[in-house]
């Protein structure tokens, strides 16, 4: 298989030239410049600023928020300490399902298949965790293996 190239052109090669370049510095014109007005710019915070101007963090990132725990404790003293079973929330993390709970003013987490008693104060004597559905936020409890109504966060 043979190639064939075919352009139109010179042989020779284009010769460069150089443009005329003046040495003289030019001297602005004065009417050219019109003075510009201070526009009083307030000046920017500095970094420091900035940050120390920022909430900090929890110290525990499982707590709930404070407005959650105002809330809970004006539901506590609404519901005259009952005693009842609250979702305080849910996670899912490497693969571990859990839910944060809280019964008679301790609160923990739970996972699938743990049940109250004394090595798990934050649910009530019997209660098992039957499932914990982290999409919707729900905890399911079991008690003699009959699930009791979905506890929703």
């Known amino acids: 298989m043979a190639l064939l190239l075919l352009g139109c052109g010179t042989d020779t090669l284009p010769q460069a030239s150089a443009p005329d370049v003046s ?15 201070d526009p009083k710019l ?10 120390g101007s920022l909430p900090r963090g929890r110290q525990d990132p499982f707590s709930p928020p404070p407005r959650a ?13 009952s005693g009842d079973v609250r979702l305080m929330g849910v996670s899912a993390a490497n693969g571990m399902v859990r839910a944060f709970v809280s019964f008679n ?7 699938t298949g743990d ?39």
Not at 23 to 36: C, D, M, S, T
Not at 123 to 145: E, F, K, N, S, T
């Open 23 to 37: 040495v003289q510095p030019r001297e602005p014109v004065a009417g050219l410049v019109e003075p510009v007005q």
């Open 42 to 51: 307030n000046p920017l915070f500095g970094p420091d600023e900035v940050l």
């Open 69 to 81: 725990l105002a809330e809970a404790s004006a539901d506590q003293e609404g519901r005259a300490n």
């Open 105 to 111: 003013g301790q609160t923990g987490p739970v996972a």
């Open 115 to 153: 049940v109250g008693g004394p090595g798990t104060p934050w649910l009530p004597d019997g209660l098992a965790v039957a499932a914990i559905d982290v999409q919707r936020g729900q905890l399911v409890l079991a008690r003699d293996g009959r699930p009791l109504p979905v506890i929703q966060l």
